[in-house]
């Protein structure tokens, strides 16, 4: 089963309502949870670059595994920042991470549940994906396939398709409106919290016997479990945001800025301008 988007609202809506949740959220996304939880965290050292580039800044995804999210935003973010008439433009990487680890969690907690189903139902685990055979018969702690899935259930990896899913689904915002948080480039801070919530839950959905009631609140009670550890690390993603594009506009740029804001006077080429999109 698909994850529902409406109930990712709901889980936002409360993580932005809960004052508690926002007091913690603050101060992991300023500070990391490393300082956060020790009273005396080393400072990191501060690396300071000066690149330039005629068309984009340079781009840094820190001590984490998001290089596929950020080629995949770097390959999109040159079409906006020409559209926009922009030199300097990034769209949120981190935006792309916290829905990946959030997709990623739901289809391991689906998987595990579908083929313990699937074993208890039919006696092993033949006939689950028509055509293959499984080098074990069941799906069990001791097999191969277990100790496969559970090994890394939320780790940072992935490629192309991935993050077009993400895209395609969720959208994309702009770094300013979801920028980088303190742990956003250290993922290892928080990824053993959410791997750990995932296998326990896994491990019940693989040896309990569950009906489907019970089957689906241990899955929707964990995500939203998962998706409060995520906006405690990375922030709340945006639902709506404005952007504000100032600069000069080409022939191109001033009839699509008349077409899009059709309540606003057409804007004059040559002069500075301000556009709200």
Wanted: hydrophobic share 45%; charged share 25%.
């Amino acid at each position: 089963m698909a994850l529902d988007p409406s109930k990712v609202e709901v889980w936002a809506e409360d993580a932005l309502a809960d004052p508690v949740q926002s007091l913690i959220r603050n101060a992991v996304c300023n500070a990391g949870i490393v300082a956060v939880r020790r009273a005396a965290a080393p400072a990191f050292p501060a690396h300071h670059f000066h690149i330039q580039h005629d068309t984009a800044g340079v781009t840094n995804q820190r001590s984490s595994g998001r290089c596929w999210l950020f080629a995949t935003a770097n390959m999109f973010r040159g079409s906006v920042a020409d559209v926009l008439g922009l030199k300097d433009f990034e769209l949120s990487q981190s935006f792309f991470a916290f829905y990946d680890k959030l997709e990623r969690a739901n289809y391991f907690l689906r998987a595990v549940a579908a083929l313990a189903e699937h074993d208890r139902a039919h006696g092993g685990l033949s006939g689950f994906i028509p055509g293959f055979e499984f080098p074990e018969p069941h799906f069990t702690p001791d097999s191969r396939l277990f100790a496969h899935l559970f090994a890394a259930p939320t780790n940072d990896g992935g490629q192309f398709d991935m993050a077009a899913s993400v895209l395609a689904k969720y959208g994309a915002v702009p770094k300013a409106a979801f920028p980088e948080s303190a742990a956003s480039g250290l993922s290892h801070a928080y990824d053993p919290d959410l791997a750990s919530l995932l296998r326990a839950a896994g491990y019940r959905l693989a040896t309990e016997t569950l009906d489907a009631e019970e089957r689906e609140e241990l899955i929707e009670a964990t995500m939203r479990a998962v998706h409060r550890i995520l906006t405690l690390h990375l922030g709340v993603p945006p639902a709506k945001f404005r952007f504000t594009v100032k600069g000069e506009l080409t022939d191109t740029e001033d009839d699509a800025a008349s077409e899009e804001t059709a309540e606003n006077p057409p804007v004059k080429k040559d002069k500075k301008t301000k556009r709200d999109k």
